[in-house]
C-alpha cells in the first residue's frame, strides 16, 4: 500500500504562483508513474498532468500548458506540480494519483486533496 500525501494548497490571487507537493510513503515510489487531476466543485474530475517514472515523458491537459510544469524527485517520493499564471478557473480540489502503467487510465492509489482557490 502506497499513500500519497499532498501539500501547497492555499488561497492565492489571479496571476500568482503556488507549488503542490505530493509526498509517497514508500521507496517504490519510482516504478509508478504519477499524475495530478483536479474537481472543482459541481463538476467532474480532470486530467492536468502526468509524469513517466523517470520524469522522461510529460503530458498535460490543454487548459494548463505553458503554465503549469509537472516534476518528479524519485530520491525524495515526491512529485511537484508548480502552478503559475493562476486563473480562477483553476479553483479545484487537486488530486495527485499513481498508475503502474502509462496504458492503463486505472490509478491505484490517490492521495487525499489540497485546496487551491484563486481569487478574481
Known amino acids: 500500500q502506497v499513500q500519497l500525501v499532498e501539500s501547497g494548497g492555499g488561497l492565492v490571487q489571479a496571476g500568482g504562483s503556488l507549488r503542490l507537493s505530493c509526498a509517497a510513503s514508500?521507496?517504490?515510489?519510482?516504478?509508478?508513474?504519477m499524475s495530478w487531476f483536479r474537481q472543482a466543485a459541481g463538476k467532474e474530475r480532470e486530467f492536468v498532468a502526468a509524469?513517466?517514472?523517470?520524469?522522461?515523458?510529460?503530458d498535460y491537459a490543454d487548459s494548463v500548458k505553458g503554465r503549469f510544469t509537472i516534476s518528479r524527485d524519485n530520491a525524495k517520493n515526491t512529485v511537484y506540480l508548480q502552478m503559475n499564471s493562476l486563473k480562477p478557473e483553476d479553483t479545484a480540489v487537486y488530486y495527485c494519483?499513481?498508475?503502474?502503467?502509462?496504458?492503463?487510465?486505472?490509478?491505484?492509489?490517490w492521495g487525499q486533496g489540497t485546496q487551491v482557490t484563486v481569487s478574481s
Open positions: 494519483a499513481a498508475r503502474g502503467t502509462l496504458a492503463s487510465t486505472r490509478y491505484k492509489y
Open positions: 514508500k521507496e517504490t515510489f519510482s516504478s509508478y508513474h
Open positions: 509524469i513517466s517514472r523517470s520524469g522522461g515523458w510529460i
